[in-house]
């Protein structure tokens, strides 16, 4: 069983631990420290043992988005911007917790787009789903593009048949 953390009710002390993750996240473009978190949450008066436990529950939702079991952390449905280096050959690093929110691991294949001088990387699986997406536009539901690729290569291979009866 998968456990899905939620965030704290604003306005709560807990939910300032989240937030001043969040915060953290976004600004080093890579998943929050404990102690950064922990640092920041103690300088503003709050409870060192709050702030770790808060963190635990924060890290474990940011695991449960990259599972896709929980909706609620940082990379979750709204763009986070993420800095990214690029070293020589033009390498670029992806940090584990954007890899895992993309849910890729090494030697999986990325895929991407520029779109209004943005890039856009996406998994496999998400590729295939705008793909899948883009096509159902086009084609009503009750149509069944498997059975017609079938039927089409069945006439193909009849009308192939036939030439050969001809020639022979």
């Known amino acids: 069983m ?13 939910r300032r631990v989240w937030d001043i993750a969040d915060e953290e996240t976004r600004r080093e473009g890579r998943l929050a420290s404990r102690a950064r978190v922990v640092e920041r949450v103690v300088a503003e008066g709050g409870n060192f043992n709050t702030a770790s436990t808060q963190y635990h529950h924060w890290r474990n939702a940011q695991a449960g988005v990259r599972e896709g079991t929980a909706g609620n952390g940082v990379f979750a449905g709204r763009p986070t911007p993420v800095r990214l280096d690029v070293a020589d050959a033009g390498r670029v690093l992806l940090p584990a917790d954007l ?4 849910g890729v691991q090494p030697g999986d294949q990325l895929f991407g787009e520029i779109v209004d001088g943005e890039l856009r990387l996406m998994s496999r699986d998400t590729s295939v789903r705008k793909a899948q997406e883009l096509v159902r536009k086009y084609v009503p539901d009750e149509v069944g593009l498997v059975d017609e690729l079938l039927a089409e290569r069945h006439a193909e291979v ?3 048949d036939a030439q050969a009866r001809e020639s022979a």
């Open 2 to 14: 998968t456990t899905s953390y939620a965030r704290p009710a604003e306005g709560t002390l807990t």
């Open 99 to 102: 890899r895992a929110a993309l």
């Open 158 to 160: 009849e009308r192939e």
